[in-house]
């Protein structure tokens, strides 16, 4: 009789891994990277994938903004931030890896992409 393998839980709203990365543009304590190497990081329980962007590549992204209804959606679809007509756009989203690429952008890939 074989025994059951080992359950592992899909990603998902409660065991998300987000790409974690931070411009070197980006200065101070905003981001979890720290300005290393894009990477994966893994995001809170029930809490979203964050990615702020500028119109040519990721500023910051990583793991931990609002959850539930503030990040809908499984891809990163960013919507602007910030004051009107500004360049910063945000995206909260709760899929695998999801914020390592951006659809509503004019690069439409992350600066890095992480792996886990």
Known sequence: KATP???????????????????PSVRGELGDAGGAAA????????????????R???LVQ????AGGAACPSATCAPSPA??????VL????HGH????????????TATG????
Not at 46 to 54: A, D, S, T, V
Request: glycine content about 20%; charged content about 5%; overall charge positive.
């Open 5 to 23: 393998a080992a359950r592992v839980s899909p990603p998902g709203p409660h065991n998300l891994t987000c790409v974690s990365n931070k411009h």
């Open 39 to 54: 990477g994966a990081v893994r995001c809170p329980p029930g809490q979203c994938c964050i990615g702020i962007w500028n």
């Open 56 to 58: 040519s590549h990721a």
């Open 62 to 65: 990583g793991g931990g903004g």
């Open 82 to 87: 910030g004051t009107p007509g500004g360049s």
């Open 90 to 93: 945000l995206c909260l989203c």
């Open 97 to 108: 890896l999801c914020n390592g690429n951006a659809t509503a952008t004019a690069t439409a």
């Open 113 to 116: 992409t992480g792996t886990a």
